[in-house]
């Protein structure tokens, strides 16, 4: 087996590399590194520069070094932005993704995983949120998500490709501090950026119907989310290779709420800073509480997260002093949207 990780040089895709590498499949880095960055690649692993929207170089590298499978992790993926730039975002998203889904047809590859988002469900008024759960995307970001769950279905059953969509939420920590999300878009690294500015952590609304009045949410670290795809990807192989062209789609979560206050009380003791919480008033559009059943995944594929939340915290903390010149610089447009 040989898998296309498209967006492999990115924060996630990096983490599914190496996974990959460490479960002995073989791979190919596709990505445009517009957000990427080409040193977290793996010494001797090939690496394309190139966009999913090209499709000379998907055709290219699917027939030049025979891939039998596809991981897409590329895309645009910050919640504000795309309210900006919709146009954009579908652009990139779907049509991206529509390029790609024809290349791998033509090519014959018979199994794709899809990188869904959490944000599909947009605000959900449940205590866990399973698959059957309805879903109301609330950003153009989220539209596209689920657009490209469609699509991926829908050509797997037109064209006999085993697909699976993964539904991410709340990602965060560090396998090894080069591979640390250094960019300032989520929750952890939003709070690190403010500690080295000497601020405390900007929590938006504690009067929310919570125990603390605080948001709760589901964090997976990204090393078990990287060991998701593995499972997920191996088991599309499977039945690729069976000629059973079934779609997946499971949620990766680790079924256990944390809020924001507790969040915030983890990474100051994570860290040993002090700085005291600054409340804001809510952002529209936050819900109370996105907890994901992790029931599905666990039965389907025999996967459960390992790291703790302090894992995460610690594990963040690591890459964030380490690669702390490389953070992005402060934006104050950025949003907490994680999923």
Known sequence: MTFLITGGAGYIGSHVVRAMLHAGEKVVVFDDLSTGNENRVPEGVPLVTASVLDRLALDEVLREHKITGVVHLAGKKQVGESVEKPLYYYHENVQGLTVLLEAVAAAGVRNVLFSSSASVYGMPDVDLVTEETPCAPMSPYGETKLAGEWLVRAAGKAHGIATACLRYFNVAGAATPELADTGVFNLVPMV??????????????????????????????????????????????????????????????????????EMVELLNEGTGHTHAPVVTPRRPGDPAKVVASADRIATELGWKARHDVRDMVTSAWAGWEANRTAAAPKDNHRDLHTV
């Not at 000497?198 to 504690?206: K, S």
């Not at 589901?218 to 779609?247: P, S, T």
Request: net charge negative; proline share 3%.
């Open 192 to 261: 690190f950026e403010r500690y080295d500015a000497g601020e405390g952590a900007r929590i938006f609304g504690d009067d929310y119907p919570t125990p603390d009045g605080t948001c709760i949410r589901d964090y997976i670290h990204v090393e078990d989310l990287a060991d998701a795809h593995v499972v997920a990807a191996r088991r599309l192989a499977q039945w690729a290779a069976a000629g059973e062209y079934k779609d997946l789609t499971v949620n990766i979560g680790r079924g256990e709420g944390v809020s924001v206050k």
